[in-house]
């Protein structure tokens, strides 16, 4: 099989070398030539440090490597990825399987990542997604990992499934398309509520209290959208959740500490070295939530964090704040 990766970050990345190692011929797209050019003569990618990039693996920033590609896999930003799938749109043979590696909702058409996709390039192709716990520094140096292929259509998921299974790399396959890629979209923005709540000096119990909350409003805003709230139980929801919120090697977790700790949004977002993709889906997520009518307290409260200069301080007593409830009410089970 031959596969295309679009976009050369560190996920990207990460998925091309697991798909060589399965012995796939396999192209990695930049939409920046010099950086393009970088890869293919240093063979290392700086956000993958110390995992080289096997010569199998060839490096471009020409479109026409979609040519006879049978795979396409989309792995760029989430606020850069209608732009990558229009470009790409006019190569992508007819047959052609698609897939979205990006996690996040569109601002202003409040699309899932699939929808821009199909949006994009037609609506003619298989398409699905792939979320789940798996950070790239650890999928690129083969540890055990497990993840969840998406798609309306069985077969497309069950193909997903094949091509990346190996002995390190476990993949699920579901039907679930709404509530895998909303509860990749939500825990980002959670994330960085986790690690303000870490920046702040407050406890694992505090973190506990944030996790558990944040799957269960983001199961309502699924539940609400044609998704089903128990695959947020699952490794696309509970499962990517926890390790977004707990690791160092989450950005949006490691953005969230630095603002709890005083430095401002923006500072952090432009310092970061790459994509904090919970800073662009807070905004996606609250015009989305207001639309139909679903709280998403956590959301809002980092919201008015990132955009309105809330107090840091203020939001645990925003949430703490809140009318008690039930435990039972709306609950993600």
Not at 53 to 75: H, S
Not at 118 to 134: D, K, M, N, R, Y
Not at 317 to 328: D, I, Q, V
Request: charged fraction near 20%; proline fraction near 4%; include cysteine.
């Amino acid at each position: 099989m031959n596969i295309v990766v679009l976009g050369s970050g560190g996920w990207g990345t990460a998925n091309a070398i697991l798909l060589h190692k399965n012995g796939y011929r396999v192209t990695l797209w930049s939409h920046n030539a010099q950086k393009a050019k970088q890869l293919e003569g240093t063979r290392k990618n700086p956000l993958l440090v110390g995992v080289p990039l096997p010569q199998g693996i060839t490096a471009t920033n020409d479109l026409a490597c979609l040519k006879d590609a049978e795979l396409v896999v989309f792995a760029s930003p989430s606020y850069a990825l209608r732009s990558v799938a229009a470009l790409s749109a006019p190569h992508i043979p007819e047959g052609a399987v698609l897939l979205s590696l990006t996690k996040g909702i569109e601002r202003g058409t409040h699309l899932r990542m699939s929808q821009v996709i199909a949006q994009e390039t037609g609506g003619g192709h298989p398409i699905a997604v792939l979320s789940g716990p798996s950070h790239a520094e650890e999928v690129a140096r083969g540890m055990p990992t497990g993840v969840v292929a998406a798609s309306c259509d069985e077969e497309t998921a069950r193909l997903i499934q094949r091509v990346f299974t190996n002995e390190c790399f476990r993949v699920y396959t579901h039907d679930d398309m709404v509530g895998v890629e909303l509860a990749g979209a939500l825990k980002n923005v959670a994330a960085l509520c986790c690690g303000v709540s870490d920046g702040l000096g407050l406890g694992d119990n505090t973190k506990a209290l944030l996790i558990t909350r944040a799957m269960a409003e983001t199961s309502r805003l699924a539940e609400r959208l044609g998704g089903r709230k128990e695959t947020l139980a699952g490794l696309a929801g509970m499962g990517d959740l926890i390790v977004t919120c707990t690791s160092m090697h989450s950005r949006n977790h490691r953005a969230g500490i630095a603002i709890g700790e005083g430095r401002t949004p923006q500072e952090v977002v432009a310092d970061m070295g790459g994509v904090v993709e919970g800073y662009y889906a807070a905004v996606s997520a609250k015009e989305l939530a207001d639309e139909v009518g679903v709280e998403l307290p956590i959301c809002e409260a980092m919201y008015d964090i990132l955009y309105n200069g809330a107090e840091v301080g203020g939001m645990v007593h925003r949430l703490m704040g809140r009318a008690p409830k039930r435990e039972s009410d709306n609950n993600w089970l």
